[in-house]
C-alpha cells in the first residue's frame, strides 16, 4: 500500500523557518520525481517546488524562489521542503506528490501538512 | 505571469452531462502542456483523475474523460453522480515548473 505521510508543520511566527518532511513508502520512491503542493485555507492548489528522481534538479514557483528549497533522501525515502523568510501568506497546507511518468503530476498525494505563519 | 482559467463554478443535474475547461493566458493548449485533473471533496487530499490529456489513473471512474477543445482542456463527466459534487483542478505544464488553474466548484443539483 502506497503512502505518503507529511510532518514538521506548524505554528511559526512571521520571517521564521520551518522544515517539512514527506516519508513515502509502498512504490520506488527513487523513480519518482516529487512535488510539492500547497492550499492556503479556503483557497485553490498551488504549485509550490519539483525534484527530479536523482534530486539533481529542483524547480520552484516564483512566490518560494530564493526562500524554500527542496531536497530528497532517497536511501530515507524522504523528501524535504526547507522554508524560511517565512511570511503570512505562506499559511496554507502543503501536500508532497509523486510524479512517476511523464505528463502524470500526481500519482500518489500525502495528506498534507499545514503551515500557520502568524505573530 | 502566467494564469490558467477555470468556471468558478457550474450545476449539473444527476444523469446529466458537464464539461469543465482549462484556458492558458499564453495560447491555445496542446497536448505539450500535459494537462491533469484533479478532484478535492471538502477535508480532504485532491486526488488526480486524468493525467496528460486523456489518460486515466486505474482509480479514475469511466464518466470522467478528458481532451482538448477548443484550444483549452477540458474535462467531461457523463452521467453525472451525486458523489462527483467537489472542487475540480487543472494543471499546466510550463517547463519546468507547473501552474494550477483556479479550480471549479461542480455542484449536482
Known amino acids: 500500500e502506497v503512502q505518503m505521510v507529511e510532518s514538521g508543520g506548524g505554528l511559526v511566527q512571521p520571517g521564521g523557518s520551518l522544515r517539512l518532511s514527506c516519508s513515502a513508502s509502498?512504490?520506488?520512491?527513487?523513480?519518482?520525481?516529487m512535488h510539492w503542493v500547497r492550499q492556503a485555507p479556503g483557497k485553490g492548489l498551488e504549485y509550490v517546488a519539483s525534484i527530479s528522481s536523482n534530486g539533481e534538479n529542483t524547480y520552484y514557483s516564483d512566490s518560494v524562489k530564493d526562500r524554500f528549497t527542496i531536497s530528497r533522501d532517497n536511501a530515507k525515502n524522504t523528501l524535504f521542503l526547507q522554508m524560511s523568510s517565512l511570511r503570512a501568506e505562506d499559511t496554507a497546507v502543503h501536500y508532497c506528490?509523486?510524479?512517476?511518468?511523464?505528463?502524470?503530476?500526481?500519482?500518489?498525494w500525502g495528506q498534507g501538512t499545514l503551515v500557520t505563519v502568524s505573530s | 505571469q502566467t494564469v490558467v482559467t477555470q468556471e468558478p463554478s457550474l450545476t449539473v443535474s444527476p444523469g446529466g452531462t458537464v464539461t469543465l475547461t482549462c484556458a492558458s493566458s499564453t495560447g491555445a493548449v496542446t497536448s505539450g502542456y500535459y494537462p491533469n485533473w484533479f478532484q478535492q471533496k471538502p477535508g480532504q487530499a485532491p486526488r488526480t483523475l486524468i493525467y496528460?490529456?486523456?489518460n486515466k489513473h486505474s482509480w479514475t471512474p469511466a464518466r470522467f474523460s478528458g481532451s482538448l477543445l477548443g484550444g483549452k482542456a477540458a474535462l467531461t463527466l457523463s452521467g453525472v453522480q451525486p458523489e462527483d459534487e467537489a472542487e475540480y483542478y487543472c494543471?499546466?505544464?510550463?517547463?519546468?515548473?507547473?501552474?494550477f488553474g483556479g479550480g471549479t466548484k461542480l455542484t449536482v443539483l
Open positions: 496528460s490529456t486523456t
Open positions: 494543471l499546466l505544464y510550463y517547463g519546468p515548473t507547473w501552474v
Open positions: 506528490v509523486a510524479q512517476g511518468r511523464l505528463g502524470s503530476f500526481g500519482d500518489y
Open positions: 509502498g512504490f520506488i520512491f527513487s523513480g519518482y520525481s
